[in-house]
């Protein structure tokens, strides 16, 4: 079910009706559900410092396996996150970061001579970043990826 909701195949009203009914007779209030989901995200200490740099020197995407009302609360809770020049999203484009095509984008950027640098929390993403021709870098810690931005002729 998830799965589908990332994709966008499945709407949170959708979703956090399926979860209701799931839970019975003693699910909590629809918005109570929603809520609960929606309130996962932390902001790493130093995001927003790392991601001024970078904008000041870089153009910045967000890609994001996330549904709607994911993404919509992180925005809302984090406006560092408004700050980016454009999002890929997998529920508006229908596909994870781990699909084949994910990054059909971000590939074309690199046909054109572009440098595209994917940096993410998971190898499963990194290795599909790859495969598709993307730079990917395994972020660890904001000290870590400095070190191989710079290493890389980038920071």
């Not at 956090?16 to 929603?34: C, K, T």
């Not at 059909?104 to 690199?110: G, H, K």
């Amino acid at each position: 079910m998830k799965g589908d909701l990332d994709r966008g195949h499945v709407g949170p009203i959708g979703f956090v009706q399926e979860v209701a009914a799931w839970l019975g007779d003693g699910a909590p209030a629809r918005s109570e559900i929603l809520e609960a989901w929606t309130d996962i995200f932390t902001l790493k200490p130093g995001a927003e410092g790392f991601l001024v740099r970078c904008r000041l020197k870089y153009t910045t995407w967000l890609m994001s396996d996330t549904d709607p009302a994911h993404f919509t609360a992180a925005l809302n809770r984090f406006p560092i996150l408004r700050s980016f020049d454009r999002f890929i999203v997998s529920h508006s484009s229908g596909m994870l970061k781990r699909d084949p095509g994910a990054f059909s984008i971000l590939s074309e950027l690199v046909a054109r001579g572009r440098r595209v640098i994917l940096v993410d929390d998971l190898e499963v993403n990194i290795a599909a970043a790859r495969s598709a021709g993307i730079e990917g870098i395994l972020f660890e810690s904001w000290d870590v990826l400095g070190s191989v931005l710079k290493a890389e002729g980038v920071w």
